[in-house]
């Protein structure tokens, strides 16, 4: 007595979803061909009427049917253990590899790239690009970083970040830094501009026409930014623009200023005009900290958009590109949003200074205590 094959019944979804997958760029042939298999099943078609018409073995159209009755579209995807393609090197030479672009250097070099690897382990560049991918590994890139020695670093970060996180009612939090030594350059020839195969340019040197510094305030809330240029960064142009500060957030607001410890923010005639003006809290930042305040964040959305592709041939044309983008960034401003809590920032730092420890045992309190001296 011939087999009967079982009914496959596909809903809309199911068909749809089928027909989205042979549709894709990017499905796996096999993917394909289960999900041709299953649709002329759902019409009705024998395995021996698919198998003809796909040029397969009518167990493979059996199988699949069956599988699908068994779990549905996720059985579509999977692949059976032990099938696929097996790994060229062993656990033992993977282990090798990541063990030797984590804890040794090539010769006369400060990293190691794909090429230098491959020589080193006698694989080719192309396995040593996937196996660092495949475990997240990026010799090439560095970031800067230091630990600050602030002997009032907790107390300090405590009242930042509290402000980003609980800012006080009836209140406003402004994070307030000076961008100093803003160069205007202008380069010795015209730039090419961008083109299809082919991106823009400009000249490695230039010419130094003058600088300006910006100082800034940004609103934590609505991410709105004050900002006005000056030829120094005194205590005198400082003290400008907190007067205008004063006026553009009249009373009864009380403003929470967010700083470093530049020795502007700490002069005595800035104390003295402070006195005189209570609604203005200062709040420090620790030292070696510039990543605490919010307004960094800023200034590299400037340079990064408007000043480093620039050419500039005055620092009066600079200092209008410095305002057009204030303008253009206050139509539509765009707050940074803080997460990070003291636990998560402490608990980070720690694990960096058990790191730095490994490193040169007991130098991290080395320094705090010549600092204390």
Not at 151 to 156: C, D, G, R, T
Request: glycine fraction near 6%; charged fraction near 30%; charge should be positive.
């Amino acid at each position: 007595m011939p087999r009967v094959a079982r009914t496959v019944v596909l809903s809309e979804h199911d068909r749809e979803q089928l027909e989205n997958w042979i549709r894709a760029q990017f499905t796996p042939q096999q993917v394909v061909l289960r999900s041709r298999i299953l649709l002329m099943a759902g019409e009705g078609k024998e395995d021996l009427e698919i198998a003809s018409e796909l040029e397969i073995n009518r167990h493979t159209s059996s199988l699949w049917r069956k599988r699908f009755l068994a779990d549905g579209l996720d059985g579509v995807w999977e692949t059976m253990s032990g099938r696929g393609r097996k790994p060229s090197y062993s656990q033992n030479k993977v282990a090798a590899m990541i063990e030797a672009t984590l804890q040794t250097k090539p010769k006369g070099s400060t990293h190691w790239s794909c090429r230098t690897m491959a020589r080193m382990q006698k694989v080719s560049p192309s396995t040593i690009n996937r196996l660092w991918q495949d475990h997240n590994l990026k010799p090439h890139r560095t970031r800067n970083f230091k630990l600050s020695r602030d002997l009032k670093f907790l107390e300090k970060l405590t009242d930042v970040v509290g402000l980003y996180l609980n800012p006080p009612e009836k209140s406003l939090v402004l994070c307030i830094d000076e961008k100093s030594q803003i160069q205007a350059l202008d380069r010795t020839q015209p730039g090419l501009p961008l083109k299809k195969g082919r991106c823009g340019t400009f000249t490695h040197d230039y010419v130094r026409h003058g600088t300006t510094t910006l100082f800034a305030a940004l609103e934590i809330l609505e991410g709105k930014v004050i900002g006005q240029c000056f030829p120094r960064h005194r205590h005198q142009e400082f003290l400008t623009f907190l007067r205008r500060l004063d006026n553009e957030f009249p009373e009864p607001l009380k403003l929470h200023l967010v700083l470093d410890n530049y020795g502007t923010h700490k002069h005595p005639k800035v104390g003295l005009w402070l006195q005189r003006h209570p609604r203005f809290n200062l709040h420090f930042i620790p030292t070696s900290s510039s990543w605490l305040n919010q307004v960094e964040r800023w200034f590299g959305e400037l340079t990064q958009k408007a000043v480093r592709r620039g050419a500039f041939v005055s620092v009066a044309e600079l200092k209008q590109t410095i305002e057009e983008f204030l303008a253009a960034w206050n139509e539509a401003p765009r707050p940074f949003v803080w997460t990070a809590t003291v636990e998560k920032i402490m608990a980070k730092l720690e694990r960096a200074r058990q790191t730095m420890d490994e490193l040169k045992p007991g130098w991290f309190e080395r320094k705090k205590r010549r600092k204390r001296r």
